[in-house]
């Protein structure tokens, strides 16, 4: 009996030694282990600078677009003005030059991709491209809620309004 409770205790032994040898990793399986967990670790952090490098490429693009609005639209007074010089000069000469002026600025406008906001008298007003700065009651003949006069121009890119142009409305 003793010797059976021997050879019991013996295969126990070997069990748990084989129990032990399998649960513990050999020096190739911690090899592989550790290289998919680096290699996951290389794709997060490759995945994270793509996104980076993207986000990065689109903050400048709207940076530059953004930086670029404010600067014209800091000369657009300057073109105000020539508008109504324009209106107010006599003589021919006069208005051909400043008409000049006013063609050249608008190809720079367009050039860097803004366009003027087509507004005429009598067009419904669009509270999205204008800005209404007095209200008149209807006259004779006209419809409510249209432009009755165009004071100073709007102008967009093609994504966003610069300057929303500022008219009068009949009411």
């Given at each position: 009996?003793?010797?059976?409770?021997?050879?019991?205790?013996?295969?126990?032994?070997?069990?748990?030694?084989?129990?032990?040898?399998?649960?513990?990793?050999?020096?190739?399986?911690?090899?592989?282990?550790?290289?998919?967990?680096?290699?996951?670790?290389?794709?997060?952090?490759?995945?994270?600078y793509d996104n980076y490098r993207k986000r990065n490429a689109q903050s400048v693009s709207r940076a530059y677009a953004d930086g670029a609005s404010e600067a014209i639209l800091k000369l657009l007074p300057v073109a105000d003005n020539f508008g109504?010089?324009?209106?107010?000069?006599?003589?021919?000469?006069?208005?051909?030059?400043?008409?000049?002026?006013?063609?050249?600025?608008?190809?720079?406008?367009?050039?860097?991709?803004?366009?003027?906001?087509?507004?005429?008298?009598?067009?419904?007003?669009?509270?999205?491209?204008?800005?209404?700065?007095?209200?008149?009651?209807?006259?004779?003949?006209?419809?409510?809620?249209?432009?009755?006069?165009?004071?100073?121009?709007?102008?967009?890119?093609?994504?966003?309004?610069?300057?929303?142009?500022?008219?009068?409305?009949?009411?």
């Amino acid at each position: 009996m003793e010797e059976e409770l021997k050879n019991e205790e013996v295969e126990e032994a070997k069990n748990e030694a084989e129990f032990v040898e399998a649960e513990e990793p050999t020096e190739l399986e911690k090899a592989i282990s550790a290289a998919e967990d680096y290699k996951r670790k290389w794709y997060s952090v490759s995945a994270e600078y793509d996104n980076y490098r993207k986000r990065n490429a689109q903050s400048v693009s709207r940076a530059y677009a953004d930086g670029a609005s404010e600067a014209i639209l800091k000369l657009l007074p300057v073109a105000d003005n020539f508008g109504y010089a324009l209106d107010s000069a006599s003589d021919g000469k006069t208005r051909a030059g400043i008409d000049k002026i006013i063609k050249s600025f608008k190809t720079i406008l367009s050039s860097l991709g803004i366009e003027e906001i087509e507004i005429s008298v009598g067009d419904e007003f669009d509270e999205g491209v204008a800005e209404a700065i007095m209200n008149f009651p209807c006259e004779q003949g006209e419809a409510p809620n249209t432009v009755k006069q165009v004071l100073k121009k709007g102008y967009r890119t093609k994504d966003k309004v610069i300057r929303f142009a500022q008219v009068t409305v009949t009411i």
